[in-house]
């Protein structure tokens, strides 16, 4: 659902509230794992999901009320912790760099509607930019090389973020279509 105008109408407002709250409820379950400071969490996949249902505009809203939210203190990061060391730590530069996902995956599936092969595109684009903006922060954070980052911070969560970005483009078109019958 994308809208052209934005104008706070109570579903837009409700669409907006439920998608940040599924944010806080999914973003923080997480798993670390031993070679590297990024744990594996579920935000991608509730972006991309958001994205493609909401539209750019209001899952930027979504998404920035929850930075907002876990900025203020609250555990919504992952892991369960929340506070502005989480935002200037290692991992900051991963969720800053979501923003990035958001509009590249956003603008794909605005000017390419109802093709998954620009949505797919879209979302590989967004996350890339993601992965960039997030090693780069977590080279200068840890005093390491981008190479070295890359290897904590990238590689291993290519294979997960693939099969994210699979079940996105397979639950984001049934669930945007189910909202669209709700919502009538």
């Given at each position: ?9 109570p ?141 904590v911070?990238?590689?291993?969560y ?10 996105a ?16």
């Amino acid at each position: 659902m994308t809208h052209t105008r934005l104008q706070a109408t109570p579903k837009r407002m409700v669409f907006i509230s439920l998608t940040t709250a599924i944010t806080c409820i999914f973003a923080p379950l997480s798993i670390p794992i031993p070679v590297s400071p990024v744990p594996i969490t579920l935000t991608n996949l509730v972006l991309f999901i958001s994205i493609f249902v909401l539209g750019w505009k209001d899952s930027l809203i979504s998404y920035t009320v929850y930075l907002l939210i876990g900025f203020a203190g609250l555990p919504v990061f992952s892991g369960f912790t929340g506070g502005i060391g989480k935002l200037v730590g290692p991992t900051g530069g991963y969720l800053i760099g979501f923003f990035f996902l958001i509009l590249i995956e956003g603008l794909f599936i605005q000017y390419f509607p109802y093709k998954k092969s620009s949505a797919f595109i879209g979302m590989a684009l967004g996350m890339a930019a993601t992965y960039l903006f997030g090693t780069m922060w977590l080279a200068i954070q840890m005093n390491i090389t981008f190479i070295a980052a890359l290897s904590v911070g990238v590689l291993p969560y290519l294979l997960g973020d693939a099969v994210k970005i699979a079940a996105a483009l397979v639950l984001a078109p049934m669930l945007q279509s189910r909202l669209m019958n709700i919502s009538r």
